[in-house]
């Protein structure tokens, strides 16, 4: 028993765990709910165009830590991708993150990059501390481009007025005075060339791994295995004994069309009058192949309930209390570990939940006397 583990969620935490692991000679059995592996990095041929869908909205694997990018180059051809998001406001449509053709645009003028910096500055409300996302949004760029492109879109994503959201939700938004146009500034950027299944696909392709697909894994069986690694929501594990925490869940509306829907990968809409948050048209984020046709997903964010799929923590300050009672249970569950961004309540970028997964696995192995 001790020499079997245990893996609870066949997404980039889980996967890597269970490839380290195995390959050190430990027998893992993996679980997951749903009916195929990869969490919701899953990616599938639309039967009908032959198109790359993500299945759970787009995933551009981003990074500045090489390690991380040489351990998923490992299991996959990586095509240069850079996201270049647009952003419908008021019928207008702009470019994201906020550059100087954003500005110009915007304010209908030609600043150059000093000109639009002290114009900005002018915009912005220094006199506040910023305890909120609205007033981080007002001190960054100030109130026209808060309530053009972050108020009505924050609303629709958040399911929350933006003076309730913390203010380090939009400390990472990149604003720059050139005409780059980037989403991230990270050195390493792309997307599968074959979709992000066949990385798990390699991952998990390997004589020490048995996948139980359609499972429901129960705790009751933890009994059964040396160790456990836990990637489901951390609050469920202990069947929300202290009550449920908060999580958005996405809904995805799909749609063909003949020809190009948009001319772009991702368009935000921006309105609050307009239930969706964005459209994304998949075939955009391969750029190396050719279709004629297309698909594209609208996408709606809600309260996750019971029934939903969770896509990230709302890590709410009124959540905090919450969150530690599980984190002191979690403690004391001997011979499990939590893991990943549901596992640990934490919005976790892909290279993260990467480089945390290789980390948790070295640090067992180290534990255990394989390393």
Not at 89 to 100: C, E, F, R, T
Not at 331 to 344: D, M, V
Request: contains cysteine.
């Amino acid at each position: 028993m001790k020499n079997r583990i245990a893996i609870i969620g066949t997404g980039l935490s889980g996967a890597v765990i269970a490839q380290q692991l195995a390959d050190a000679g430990y027998f893992i059995d993996i679980f997951d709910s749903r009916d195929h592996i990869g969490g919701n990095c899953h990616t599938q041929r639309d039967p009908e165009t032959r198109i790359m869908v993500h299945t759970y909205g787009p995933h551009i694997f981003h990074t500045d830590n090489e390690q991380v990018w040489d351990y998923i180059n490992g299991y996959c051809h990586m095509e240069p991708y850079i996201n270049r998001v647009k952003a419908l406001s008021q019928n207008h449509v702009y470019s994201l993150p906020i550059n100087l053709h954003t500005l110009n645009q915007f304010f209908k003028a030609t600043l150059n990059p000093s000109e639009a910096e002290l114009f900005l500055e002018s915009l912005r409300d220094n006199s506040i501390e910023p305890q909120n996302f609205e007033e981080q949004a007002m001190y960054l760029v100030g109130k026209e481009l808060y309530e053009a492109f972050f108020k009505g879109y924050t609303k629709k994503q958040w399911g929350r007025d933006p003076t309730k959201l913390p203010a380090s939700i939009l400390k990472r938004l990149p604003l720059r005075f050139n005409y780059n146009d980037n989403y991230f500034n990270h050195r390493f950027q792309g997307i599968p060339r074959n979709g992000y299944t066949e990385i798990f696909e390699k991952q998990l392709d390997h004589p020490k791994i048995q996948i139980h697909l359609n499972t429901h894994y129960r705790k009751a069986d933890n009994k059964n295995y040396g160790h456990v690694f836990y990637s489901g929501p951390i609050d469920q594990y202990f069947d929300c004994c202290f009550g449920a925490l908060a999580y958005r869940t996405l809904r995805f509306e799909k749609h063909h069309f003949k020809g190009d829907f948009q001319g772009c990968a991702v368009m935000n809409y921006c309105d609050e009058d307009i239930p969706f948050t964005r459209i994304s048209e998949h075939k955009h984020f391969a750029p190396w192949e050719t279709h004629h046709d297309s698909v594209y997903f609208k996408e709606f964010s809600a309260e996750a309930t019971a029934s939903d799929i969770p896509f990230y923590p709302i890590g709410l300050s009124e959540e905090a209390a919450l969150l530690e009672k599980y984190q002191a249970l979690a403690w004391q569950e001997s011979g499990t570990s939590f893991i990943g961004r549901l596992g640990t309540y934490r919005y976790l970028d892909m290279d993260v939940s990467i480089a945390e997964a290789l980390y948790a696995a070295k640090s067992f192995l180290l534990l255990n006397g394989r390393q």
